[in-house]
């Protein structure tokens, strides 16, 4: 290995954020397949989260039945924001008009949601990250070989 002080901190740091976007994405892909249930809502109610002047976000407080029990559950959708105030209300009367599929682990029911979304951003991102970790992992001892 290249024992240059600058390219071993530079080789830390980058493991650091592989090792750190590695973790995100594991765990947001454990949340995903832990979700692995679904049933129907039985009642939904929307709120509008003010976040700033411009960022509206939309919060569903819903109940669903589930193993003869009934549950209640919060869903952010803090992905979709709006503009505006007025905005966010017609998103709550185009969503109130369908049906929305609960998601919920089946050992856990009070762990549910709204949305099941693939972290495939995450995913890619840490594939990325450990492939570029790799391939300067490998040019260290490639230059090292060279050395003399």
């Known amino acids: 290995m290249h024992k240059n002080i600058l390219w071993l901190t530079f080789l830390g740091i980058v493991g650091v954020v592989t090792l750190w ?25 929307w709120l509008i989260k003010e976040h700033t002047e411009d960022n509206y976000t939309l919060e569903a407080y819903y109940q669903f039945k589930a193993n003869n029990h009934l549950f209640k559950g919060v869903s952010h959708f803090a992905d979709e924001s709006h503009l505006n105030r007025w905005a966010a209300e017609q998103m709550i009367k185009s969503n109130s008009s369908h049906l929305w599929t609960v998601w919920y682990a089946q050992n856990n029911p009070d762990h549910s949601s709204l949305q099941k979304n693939f972290p495939i951003k995450e995913c890619l991102s840490a594939i990325f990250l450990i492939g570029l970790f790799l391939y300067f992992l490998w040019l260290g001892f490639y230059v090292a070989r060279f050395k003399t």
């Open 21 to 45: 976007f590695t973790g995100v994405a594991t765990y947001r892909y454990y949340e995903y397949t832990d979700l692995n249930s679904h049933t129907t809502t039985s009642s939904v109610e």
